[in-house]
C-alpha cells in the first residue's frame, strides 16, 4: 500500500504534467475568440450545465474569450405544452406562429440564457446577456421548405444572413462572456426563429473565432451511422460536403455549421460530446483533442 504522502506526490505530478502539456494551447488561443454552441443534454443535466459554465470561467481566466450560442428546443417544447400549445414540426423544424415566437423568445432568453449566465458567473466570470435582437446583432430571412407537392409552411423560422458583431465585441472588451439567444428579426422586422447551430456559425465568422464548438449527444461524426467504428476524428471540407447528403438529419445541421464555419475562415470547427464533463477543456488542451474535427482541405 502506497503511503498517503507518496500518493499525494504522484497526483500532484500528474496535475503538474496536465498543466504543462496544456502550455501550447494557452498560448495558441490566448487572447483569441471561441464560440461554443451550448445544447444537447448539456442543456439539461444539472451537473453537466454546471461544468460547461466551470469550463466557461476558466477559459475566460486563461485569457480566451468563449462566445456562446444556444437554443433550447425541449424547453422550448415544456413551455409551450404548459400553456396548452402543441408544437407541430414539418421537415425537421418546429412550425412556429406569432403565439409560438414570443414563447420561444422568452424561454430563450428569461429561462435559458439567464440560468446559464448566473451559473457562469457563479463559477466566476461575468456575462453578457443578448439575443440576435439586440443591437442588430442578427438579420435574419425566413426559411423557405420545400416539399414534394410544393412549399411546405413552417411559420416564422428563418436563418441568419447578416451579422453585426459589435454588441458581442464590445461585451468581450469588457472582459465579459456573451450569451447569445437565437431569434432575429427580418429586415422588415418580423421576428423569426432561427437555427442556433448555423447561427453560431455565422457568429464564429463575423468575429474571425479560431474555433467553433458545437456540443452534441453523441462522440462525434459517424461516416456510416450506426456502425459504431466509422467514428471521425478529423474531416476535411471536401470530405464533409461529399457525405453531408448522407449524414442522420439530426446531424446535418450541426455538421453544415461546421462546414460553413470553416468555409467562411474560421480555421477550425468541431463537434463534440457534451455527456462528457469538461469536454470542451478536453478539446483544447489535450493532444489527441475530443470528437470530430473539420479543417480546410
Not at 67 to 90: K, M
Not at 102 to 121: F, K, N, P, Y
Not at 159 to 173: G, K, Q, S, W
Amino acid at each position: 500500500m502506497i503511503p498517503s504522502s507518496q500518493q499525494d506526490q504522484a497526483l500532484a505530478a500528474i496535475k503538474a504534467e496536465t498543466l504543462i502539456e496544456s502550455l501550447p494551447w494557452l498560448q495558441a488561443f490566448h487572447g483569441k475568440v471561441v464560440v461554443i454552441k451550448f445544447g444537447g443534454n448539456a442543456m439539461v443535466d444539472e451537473a453537466l450545465q454546471k461544468a460547461f459554465a466551470e469550463d466557461m470561467a476558466y477559459l475566460r481566466w486563461v485569457g480566451i474569450k468563449p462566445v456562446v450560442v444556444h437554443g433550447g428546443g425541449p424547453q422550448i417544447s415544456a413551455r409551450l405544452a404548459e400553456l396548452g400549445i402543441q408544437s407541430e414540426f414539418r421537415g425537421g423544424f418546429r412550425v412556429t406562429t406569432d403565439e409560438t415566437i414570443t414563447v420561444v423568445r422568452d424561454v430563450l432568453r428569461e429561462q435559458i440564457s439567464a440560468q446559464l449566465a448566473g451559473m457562469i458567473q457563479a463559477a466566476g466570470a461575468d456575462t453578457a446577456v443578448m439575443s440576435g435582437e439586440d443591437a442588430n446583432l442578427f438579420r435574419a430571412e425566413k426559411t423557405v421548405l420545400e416539399g414534394e407537392d410544393g412549399p411546405i409552411d413552417i411559420g416564422l423560422v428563418g436563418e441568419v444572413n447578416t451579422v453585426n458583431p459589435r454588441i458581442v465585441f464590445e461585451a468581450l472588451d469588457a472582459g465579459r462572456i456573451p450569451v447569445v439567444s437565437t431569434v432575429a428579426p427580418t429586415v422588415g422586422g418580423e421576428l423569426l426563429n432561427v437555427n442556433a447551430d448555423l447561427a453560431a456559425s455565422s457568429l464564429a465568422i463575423a468575429l474571425g473565432a479560431e474555433k467553433l464548438m458545437v456540443l452534441t449527444d453523441v462522440p462525434g461524426l459517424y461516416s456510416d451511422w450506426p456502425n459504431r467504428d466509422s467514428l471521425v476524428s478529423e474531416i476535411s471540407t471536401s470530405e464533409l460536403e461529399e457525405l453531408l447528403p448522407k449524414l442522420e438529419s439530426g446531424m446535418i445541421p450541426k455538421m453544415q455549421a461546421c462546414l460553413q464555419a470553416v468555409q467562411g475562415g474560421v480555421p477550425r470547427a468541431h463537434v463534440i460530446d457534451g455527456r462528457t464533463p469538461h469536454s470542451i477543456l478536453l478539446e483544447i488542451f489535450t493532444v489527441n483533442g475530443f470528437g470530430t474535427m473539420v479543417q480546410p482541405d
